[in-house]
């Protein structure tokens, strides 16, 4: 895991969220299901390696729908983006 990561999963832990989907930059919150690049639980990125470096949004699950929680842009220090 990177600083990156650690940040993400701790924030996740901390917010109490079921999982990240992780999005290209500028898709409308609309059509984040339909873009997504990569989505992991809670529990599964706790063990991912590498992950998207792009935007992403924290959901938890309630009543059986994914409600967003909380919007991040990330670049690496190359500013590339997803």
Not at 8 to 26: A, C, H, L, Q, S
Not at 51 to 71: A, L, R
Request: hydrophobic letters at 30%; aromatic letters at 16%.
């Amino acid at each position: 895991m990177n600083i990156y990561s650690e940040t993400i999963i701790e924030d996740m832990i901390r917010n109490k969220v079921d999982g990240v989907i992780f999005y290209p930059i500028f898709t409308k919150v609309e059509d984040i299901e339909s873009k997504k690049v990569a989505e992991y639980t809670t529990e599964e990125f706790k063990n991912v390696k590498g992950y998207p470096k792009c935007s992403y949004i924290f959901y938890k699950v309630i009543n059986g729908v994914k409600n967003y929680i909380k919007f991040s842009t990330y670049s690496n220090k190359d500013g590339e983006k997803c």
